[in-house]
């Protein structure tokens, strides 16, 4: 079975950084894009930030300049670096990957990880 797992997720004091990760776990033969989605309280969730698998990225106009997305394809892992970290940010950060092939022939479509808290807070 495939999973996703997100980490590096805490809370943080306005203009800190903080770099989450995503690994993804079990017999994976690739994954096509993946990506970072956020739902604040309240909030619908919104996309933070993509990247192919040939390492073309999008980023949310709200993040451009401090947030960078990348991936280690060897790791099936995807990295957000989070840099001058706003109240505003404050959000359950879930990673996502739009398809998964696996090596025993079962594919996964729009999968995504349970998330992890980032609070920015003094």
């Known amino acids: 079975q495939v999973q996703l797992v997100e980490s590096g997720g805490g809370l943080v004091q306005p203009g800190g950084s903080l770099r989450l990760s995503c690994a993804a776990s079990?017999?994976?033969?690739?994954?096509?894009?993946m990506g970072w989605h956020r739902q604040a309280p309240g909030k619908e969730r919104e996309l933070v930030a993509t990247i192919t698998s040939g390492g073309i990225t999008n980023y949310a106009d709200s993040v451009k300049g401090r947030f960078t997305i990348s991936r280690d394809n060897a790791k099936n892992t995807v990295y957000l670096q989070m840099n001058s970290l706003k109240p505003e940010d404050t959000a359950v950060y879930y990673c996502?990957?739009?398809?998964?092939?696996?090596?025993?022939?079962?594919?996964?479509?729009?999968?995504w990880g349970q998330g992890t808290q980032v609070t920015v807070s003094s």
């Open positions: 996502n990957a739009d398809y998964i092939a696996t090596l025993i022939g079962v594919h996964y479509a729009d999968y």
């Open positions: 079990g017999s994976i033969a690739s994954i096509n894009a």
